[in-house]
């Protein structure tokens, strides 16, 4: 079955600086890859979403990249604010027309001031 | 509702007892996921219910788990005979429904079997 694997497991940054988290999957026919945000004591909260006929797609000061050939996918974070801190999850669909995700291991994020 | 709401919050049991977690989905959508999430760990799926079936059972880990969604809103998941080994945080999320689209999770049950 499908497989992600999530680096690093954790990160610390400069505010203001950039922070990257990379992603590589397993599964070719997977297309769809979700990022999600966890605070503590939450539930986790999508904060973009890239689907496999886009190679990059941006929201503000977050953006993420998708390689096809190589499997994997990757999100991006600039000019970090101390709320950006956080736990970061990426996930993948499976396979076509799935609806499960699976998830990696998760990033913790540090922004320090 | 504004939210996925997740009942109760915290939950302490005593190995061998059974258990029932509760998910209210947003208003209107038809598609409902439980996930259950080890400390340190990422979300684990456990099933996917459209309207009131089961469309994917394939996470739930064994039969002391089962979930049911009756009126196709509000699901319950069930853990028979619990073991230690069950203690996690039982997310659940909501959705459209759509293909490969995000949905939207509670802040899920933080199960302890002691």
């Known amino acids: 079955g499908e497989n992600v694997e999530q680096h690093p497991s954790t990160l610390s940054v400069q505010e203001g600086d950039s922070a990257v988290i990379k992603c590589t999957y397993s599964?070719?026919?997977?297309?769809?890859f979700p990022w999600y945000k966890q605070e503590l004591g939450k539930g986790p909260q999508l904060i973009i979403d890239i689907r496999s006929n886009v190679g990059e797609k941006k929201d503000q000061r977050i953006a993420v990249t998708l390689n096809k050939t190589a499997k994997h996918f990757s999100l991006h974070i600039t000019e970090t604010q101390p709320e950006d801190s956080a736990v970061y999850f990426c996930a993948a669909t499976p396979i076509q027309g799935a609806q499960k995700l699976v998830f990696g291991q998760g990033t913790r994020l540090t922004i320090n001031p | 509702g504004a939210g996925v709401s997740q009942t109760p919050s915290n939950k302490v049991t005593e190995k061998g007892k059974y258990v029932e977690l509760r998910c209210d989905p947003i208003s209107g959508h038809t598609a409902l996921y439980w996930y259950r999430q080890s400390l340190g760990q990422g979300p684990e799926f456990l099933i996917y219910f459209q309207g009131t079936g089961a469309a994917d059972d394939s996470g739930l880990p064994n039969d002391r788990f089962f979930a049911v969604r009756p009126e196709g809103s509000v699901s319950t998941l069930k853990i028979q005979r619990t073991e230690r080994g069950d203690s996690a945080v039982y997310l659940c999320a909501s959705s459209w429904g759509q293909v490969g689209g995000g949905y939207t999770f509670g802040s899920g049950t933080r199960l302890t079997v002691v």
């Open positions: 599964d070719s026919a997977s297309n769809y």
